[in-house]
């Protein structure tokens, strides 16, 4: 449109609009055909299963909440969709030629829990009906809704109650039990407190933004019957938050977590012979949704009842798991569609530490329990990169962390790395030092906005943490951005080389405490107490000394 305003002429520009304006009612016709196709779609879904939609507009209308920034998504959009609506298979179409051996539904059938916090109507009430129709009505065994203290809709779980009744009333074999937490517990308590009165065989953990897509169940019940230990999650189909379309999920991605047990996807490499939508081994959980068998889950603790409202608790489910005898699967012929949120929708309780968000306290916090539950001698790789956990205070005893490890006789964490997650051991051998890197009492840190090098308080809760590789010389942050030294002797950062004429530029040996670089043999140096500069090499200078948080034992 650019153009327009310069160089066109008026009957071009003319031409611009009227070609707009086709767009728009091309887009408004698809829009209105698509939204009443799903209509249609729905209302003969619900009448072959015997239900009404009664009043669910009604039910709806009282969402209390209309913006989209509340709620992370479409609001708006969501209210329009209506109960459900026809997705598109993004399962491979081997996954519907055969159908799945399943045990009876007196052996084989799942309790689910949704545990959801200040959740749109239009949002659960769609969770909740494409969970009820495209369930086998034998092998759903109950449904355990948990309303986690939501603020501003308190009527909620009764009219949800009110409605449910009404539409799946005569469902004589599906339990519903409906729980409400007046003040907010969290999600783990809530989903541990929904498992722990379930009654089905195997329980399913859902977030409440989801839409399961048709035959998500039979392959998952198939995977665990054929293995008791077993825990799986589906593949999940990403929902967009602003246009609420749903697409096909990545089949080449598996669940993981780095050194600072942030979760993270690792790459799925294919065996010879196997297809992408085989199920296949992850060292995490994909995202919050998992089902397992009840018992098991219970026997390994829940979710660990330390952990503070939200954040690690699939982590740590995912390690015990995996330590005790466990394994966790991924299964592409099961898709639930999910959406993923830019930013956390919830609100953390207040801070008592001016310089890390709520948010990331509690999440530190928990880190640090699965840190001192599980890592063992490797928990010092967590605190070299987040330093701010160490002055997090741990309301009970170590030894009682330990506790069930020993009575389980799991594995040491050294396990994990060897037969589950080569990715994170792979990191741990390939660095040389790691953590924050000090000269007397600041930090050399990686400023955000303009990637300007600084010295700052080793305590900043962003404090750059670098890394020194083994084999290259490299010297990197965790944004995988490398330090040189360019033209004029100046220090920068420049996205870490991959070939040799790139990394010969940025490499740096140890001297001692001192850093060289390789290519000029000048050392870095701190001499004005504010800025990093390039000077000749001089043995005991103090402006010259950096020590890392971590050195890496028993290696040079
Ligand atoms: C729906 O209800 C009608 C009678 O009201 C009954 O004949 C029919 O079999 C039912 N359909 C299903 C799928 O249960
Ligand atoms: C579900 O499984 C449990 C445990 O195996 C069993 O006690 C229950 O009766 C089953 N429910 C249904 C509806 O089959
Ligand atoms: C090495 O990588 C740099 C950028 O990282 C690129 O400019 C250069 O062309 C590459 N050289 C070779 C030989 O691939």
């Given at each position: 449109?650019?153009?327009?305003?310069?160089?066109?002429?008026?009957?071009r520009?003319?031409?611009?609009?009227?070609a707009?304006l086709?767009c728009q009612?091309?887009?408004?016709?698809i829009?209105?055909?698509?939204?009443?196709?799903?209509?249609?779609y729905?209302?003969?879904?619900?009448?072959?299963?015997?239900?009404?939609?009664?009043?669910w507009?009604?039910?709806?209308?009282q969402?209390?909440?209309?913006?989209?920034?509340?709620y992370?998504y479409?609001?708006?959009l969501?209210?329009a969709?209506?109960l459900?609506?026809?997705?598109p298979?993004?399962r491979?179409?081997?996954?519907?030629?055969?159908?799945?051996i399943?045990?009876?539904?007196?052996?084989a059938?799942?309790?689910?829990?949704?545990?959801?916090?200040?959740?749109a109507?239009?949002?659960?009430?769609r969770t909740?009906?494409?969970?009820?129709?495209?369930?086998?009505e034998?092998?759903?065994?109950e449904l355990?809704?948990?309303?986690?203290?939501s603020?501003?809709?308190?009527?909620?779980l009764?009219?949800?109650?009110?409605?449910?009744g009404?539409?799946?009333?005569?469902?004589q074999?599906?339990g519903l039990i409906f729980?409400?937490?007046?003040e907010r517990?969290?999600?783990?308590?809530?989903?541990?407190?929904?498992?722990?009165?379930a009654?089905?065989r195997?329980?399913?953990?859902?977030d409440?933004?989801?839409?399961?897509?048709?035959?998500?169940?039979?392959?998952?019940?198939?995977?665990?019957?054929?293995?008791?230990n077993?825990?799986v999650?589906?593949l999940?189909d990403?929902?967009?938050?602003?246009?609420?379309?749903?697409?096909k999920?990545?089949?080449m991605?598996?669940?993981?977590?780095?050194?600072s047990?942030?979760?993270?996807w690792?790459?799925?490499q294919?065996a010879?012979g196997?297809?992408?939508?085989?199920p296949?081994?992850s060292?995490a959980?994909?995202?919050?949704?998992?089902m397992?068998?009840r018992?098991?889950?219970?026997r390994?603790?829940s979710?660990?009842p330390y952990?503070?409202?939200w954040?690690?608790?699939?982590?740590e489910?995912?390690?015990?798991?995996?330590?005790?005898g466990?394994?966790?699967?991924?299964?592409?012929?099961?898709?639930?569609?999910?959406?993923?949120?830019?930013?956390h929708?919830?609100d953390?309780?207040?801070?008592?530490?001016q310089?890390?968000?709520p948010?990331?306290?509690?999440?530190l916090?928990?880190?640090k329990?699965?840190?001192?539950?599980?890592?063992?001698?490797?928990k010092?790789?967590?605190?070299?990169?987040?330093?701010?956990?160490?002055?997090i205070?741990?309301?009970?005893?170590?030894?009682e962390?330990?506790?069930?490890r020993?009575?389980?006789?799991?594995?040491?964490?050294?396990?994990?790395?060897r037969h589950?997650s080569?990715?994170?051991r792979?990191?741990?051998?390939?660095?040389?030092?790691?953590?924050?890197?000090?000269?007397?009492?600041?930090c050399?840190?990686?400023?955000?906005k303009?990637s300007?090098?600084?010295?700052?308080?080793?305590?900043?809760?962003?404090?750059?943490?670098?890394?020194?590789?083994r084999?290259?010389?490299?010297?990197?942050?965790?944004?995988?951005?490398?330090?040189?030294?360019?033209f004029?002797?100046?220090?920068?950062?420049?996205?870490?080389?991959?070939?040799?004429?790139?990394?010969?530029?940025?490499?740096?040996?140890?001297?001692g405490?001192?850093l060289m670089?390789?290519?000029?043999h000048?050392?870095?140096?701190?001499?004005?107490?504010?800025?990093?500069?390039?000077?000749?090499?001089?043995?005991?200078?103090?402006s010259?000394s950096?020590?890392?948080?971590?050195?890496?034992e028993?290696?040079?």
């Amino acid at each position: 449109m650019y153009a327009c305003g310069k160089y066109c002429s008026p009957r071009r520009c003319g031409f611009y609009i009227i070609a707009f304006l086709i767009c728009q009612l091309v887009f408004i016709v698809i829009f209105m055909r698509s939204d009443r196709y799903d209509d249609i779609y729905a209302s003969e879904l619900l009448a072959y299963k015997n239900v009404s939609y009664l009043d669910w507009r009604a039910f709806i209308s009282q969402t209390p909440e209309t913006t989209e920034d509340y709620y992370q998504y479409n609001i708006e959009l969501s209210n329009a969709l209506g109960l459900i609506r026809k997705l598109p298979v993004t399962r491979h179409s081997s996954c519907t030629t055969r159908n799945p051996i399943l045990p009876p539904p007196l052996e084989a059938n799942v309790s689910v829990v949704i545990s959801f916090h200040n959740e749109a109507r239009s949002m659960l009430l769609r969770t909740i009906v494409s969970l009820l129709l495209r369930t086998p009505e034998d092998h759903l065994h109950e449904l355990i809704l948990v309303d986690d203290g939501s603020q501003r809709d308190v009527t909620l779980l009764d009219d949800l109650k009110r409605w449910m009744g009404g539409v799946f009333g005569s469902r004589q074999r599906l339990g519903l039990i409906f729980l409400r937490n007046e003040e907010r517990m969290g999600m783990i308590w809530s989903r541990n407190r929904g498992a722990s009165l379930a009654s089905g065989r195997y329980v399913l953990f859902l977030d409440s933004h989801c839409e399961v897509n048709d035959g998500w169940l039979e392959p998952l019940l198939e995977r665990l019957a054929g293995n008791a230990n077993l825990a799986v999650s589906p593949l999940l189909d990403p929902i967009d938050p602003t246009t609420l379309s749903y697409r096909k999920g990545n089949e080449m991605l598996k669940g993981g977590f780095d050194w600072s047990l942030h979760f993270h996807w690792l790459k799925r490499q294919l065996a010879s012979g196997e297809r992408l939508e085989m199920p296949y081994q992850s060292p995490a959980f994909a995202g919050g949704v998992l089902m397992m068998s009840r018992d098991w889950f219970l026997r390994l603790g829940s979710f660990n009842p330390y952990l503070k409202i939200w954040g690690g608790e699939s982590i740590e489910l995912a390690i015990k798991l995996w330590l005790c005898g466990g394994q966790i699967e991924i299964v592409p012929c099961s898709r639930i569609g999910h959406i993923f949120r830019r930013r956390h929708a919830f609100d953390f309780p207040s801070q008592f530490d001016q310089q890390l968000s709520p948010a990331q306290e509690i999440y530190l916090h928990n880190s640090k329990i699965i840190a001192e539950s599980w890592l063992d001698e490797y928990k010092n790789m967590f605190y070299a990169l987040r330093p701010a956990a160490r002055r997090i205070p741990l309301e009970h005893t170590y030894d009682e962390l330990q506790r069930m490890r020993t009575e389980r006789q799991c594995h040491p964490f050294d396990w994990y790395l060897r037969h589950v997650s080569p990715e994170l051991r792979m990191h741990f051998d390939e660095l040389s030092a790691t953590g924050t890197l000090r000269n007397e009492d600041r930090c050399v840190h990686a400023r955000h906005k303009d990637s300007q090098l600084i010295l700052a308080s080793c305590y900043l809760s962003d404090i750059t943490q670098w890394s020194l590789l083994r084999q290259s010389g490299q010297l990197s942050t965790h944004r995988e951005f490398c330090l040189t030294v360019g033209f004029g002797m100046r220090i920068a950062l420049e996205p870490c080389g991959r070939n040799e004429t790139a990394r010969r530029s940025q490499r740096w040996m140890r001297l001692g405490t001192r850093l060289m670089h390789a290519e000029t043999h000048l050392c870095l140096d701190n001499p004005l107490k504010e800025r990093l500069e390039m000077s000749t090499c001089r043995s005991h200078a103090v402006s010259q000394s950096f020590q890392f948080a971590l050195e890496m034992e028993g290696r040079t």
